[in-house]
């Protein structure tokens, strides 16, 4: 990090007055939630301060978009990493009738190179009755799915599974500092790199489906 203090969202990161440490903080359950999750599988120390403040033992700590800058892309394994992170914190969204409307390199935190964490709170949003999430604003971004990509008026609707073509669209940049949105050639560059036949490769085929309600993350 570059300023002892960042903002993704509503999510404050602050430096501790020790270089080795980071306070993260959050009034969203759901990402303190997904925070200590991934802290914890990732053997990351840390201490939970109070119900919305995490502290971090480590000064590995950058924005995805950064990360991306210095490194160009990920590694396979880190792309799986990824992946796993997202759609997992993903899932646990849809289960409380929530989900993300889209997701950026710049939402997201990373860990000790391996620790992948969505901090965006102003990116979730409720899935409505007609399994919609309403969409108020839009940033000009190509990682976008193709329903958000269409809306010319606001304020208006997307199925809440849209944005698991975008979380494709990420993860395929992250391993090849690419953006590709065209599903076929998307899949034959994973096959031509030698990824077809793997976890990544199926769960990426599934979050690309031309119709968004088909679109499924799932991880086998």
Request: charged share 20%; hydrophobic share 35%; with cysteine.
């Amino acid at each position: 990090m570059c300023c002892n203090t960042m903002n993704i969202g509503q999510t404050s990161i602050i430096k501790g007055e020790d270089d080795g440490c980071f306070l993260i903080s959050s009034e969203n359950e759901y990402i303190i939630g997904n925070l200590i999750n991934n802290l914890s599988s990732c053997n990351t120390p840390f201490e939970i301060i109070n119900y919305n403040t995490i502290n971090v033992d480590t000064s590995n700590v950058m924005r995805l978009d950064e990360y991306m800058k210095k490194n160009v892309c990920l590694a396979f394994n880190q792309s799986e990493k990824l992946i796993k992170s997202l759609g997992f914190f993903m899932d646990e969204l849809e289960r409380n009738r929530m989900q993300l409307v889209s997701i950026y390199l710049e939402d997201i935190l990373v860990i000790n190179d391996y620790c992948f964490i969505v901090l965006n709170d102003e990116k979730i949003g409720d899935i409505t009755s007609g399994n919609t999430i309403n969409v108020d604003w839009i940033d000009e971004n190509e990682l976008n799915s193709s329903e958000l990509k269409k809306i010319v008026l606001l304020p208006d609707e997307v199925h809440y599974k849209a944005v698991y073509q975008n979380l494709a669209y990420l993860v395929f940049y992250s391993l090849f500092g690419d953006i590709m949105t065209d599903s076929k050639l998307l899949l034959h560059n994973l096959v031509c790199n030698g990824h077809d036949k793997t976890n990544l490769y199926y769960c990426i085929n599934r979050c690309i489906h031309p119709d968004p309600s088909k679109r499924e993350f799932i991880w086998v």
